[in-house]
């Protein structure tokens, strides 16, 4: 099992980022994220607990559900379903406000299973391509929260 962390700045309150991050639609606005799309509404809030997200990437197919949803601090997330099939132990993202607005760090542990050459192909391929995937997100939160006009989490 394999963990990564991405990290970045986003020049946006926290409320705004943790909205904009939660909401899974957004991640379309990258053009490695295909459809994103809420499956499920979660317990209190449309992304709370129990609430189920679905995402086509250009590498393949997730179906994650939050199990922790602290707003505007942090949530997890598992990946119950995939296609390539992955295992997945942890998906999480927090904020903390820090000058110049507010730090995310996303952070999952997952490997790919495929016996004797599974442990190589998540560090060598899956690995960076899914941390160049999170960084591109985080830069559409940035870009979206950020731009001339933005009305805030929603926007566009």
Request: hydrophobic residues 45%; glycine residues 8%; charged residues 15%.
């Amino acid at each position: 099992m394999d963990t990564l962390t991405v990290r970045r700045v986003v020049a946006a309150p926290i409320a705004e980022v943790f909205s904009w991050c939660a909401t899974t639609t957004n991640y379309a606005r990258t053009p490695f994220v295909l459809k994103a799309r809420l499956a499920r509404p979660g317990q209190g809030a449309p992304y709370g607990v129990g609430a189920v997200r679905v995402h086509t990437w250009l590498i393949g197919w997730f179906r994650e559900r939050i199990t922790v949803y602290h707003p505007p601090y942090d949530f997890d997330y598992v990946v119950e379903r995939s296609f390539p099939p992955a295992r997945h132990e942890l998906g999480r993202m927090t904020f903390t406000e820090v000058p110049g607005g507010t730090l995310v760090v996303w952070t999952t542990a997952f490997e790919v299973p495929l016996p004797v050459v599974g442990a190589a192909l998540t560090r060598v391929l899956a690995k960076p391509v899914v941390a160049h995937v999170f960084g591109k997100i985080l830069d559409a939160a940035d870009a979206a929260l950020t731009s001339p006009g933005a009305k805030g989490a929603n926007n566009g």
